[in-house]
């Protein structure tokens, strides 16, 4: 898959109607992919999304609302592709391919193409990008939700004697390029040369196990067992 270089502003126009995600980060021709703040999903229940982020000790809750612009890759052209909740099943307008925008992006046929099916069958600690109406509030609901297969956020434990060097070393074997622990040693955000994927996660937790440490995450717990 080539990867995306389209910008916010690129992005947007290519889909009529979406509003933009924010003046300055038009103007600013920030990225779609570093947006907002890092993010991955706990669950999802309803419109209310439980996510990982890197300034808050617990998860926090947010709500998907009517406006709240989702987007990611389309699989078959390699495409940013955003979408409201509304047009999660529509099909998608980036390529010839036919299928829902939802299915697009999760790299997953699902029973259903709707934005909850889609958040649910994400690897586990995949990269979000959040941005909540009011910053630093999620409870103002989500602004728009990206997902970013190149970054990783999980809640973890155990790791704080490692050095920067011999954190890099411990998650090389996952594609990571660099992993820093955020919040105190609770969190760990990845940057990837390529794609997180079901099985990378499984192999993460492994590897964090047989250091010493833990992924506090139970989607990946489950997968290790």
Known sequence: MKAATFNIASAIL??????????????????????????????????????????QPTPVATVVQPATQ????????????????AKAGASCQMCSCG???????????????????????LPAGVGLRAVFNTPNDPSSGL??????????????????ALTPQQLVALVRPVGATSATLLDG???????????????????????????GGAVNSPVILALAK
């Open 14 to 55: 290519a889909i009529s109607g979406l509003a933009a995600i924010s003046s300055a980060a038009v103007a600013g021709n920030i990225t779609w992919q570093h947006v907002g703040e890092l993010a991955s999903v706990v669950s999802v229940t309803g419109n209310q999304v439980m996510l990982v982020t890197a300034n």
């Open 70 to 85: 989702l987007g990611g890759i389309c699989i078959d052209c390699g495409q940013f592709l955003p979408f409201t909740p």
């Open 99 to 121: 299928s829902p925008n939802a299915t697009c992006v999760s790299w997953n046929e699902l029973k259903k193409p709707t934005w909850q099916a889609m958040l649910q069958s």
């Open 143 to 160: 602004k728009s939700l990206f997902i970013n297969r190149r970054q990783v956020l999980l809640p973890v434990t155990g790791l704080n």
């Open 185 to 211: 040693g609770t969190r760990m955000e990845l940057n990837l040369k390529s794609d997180w994927t079901t099985k990378a996660s499984k192999t993460l937790a492994a590897i964090i196990q047989k250091a």
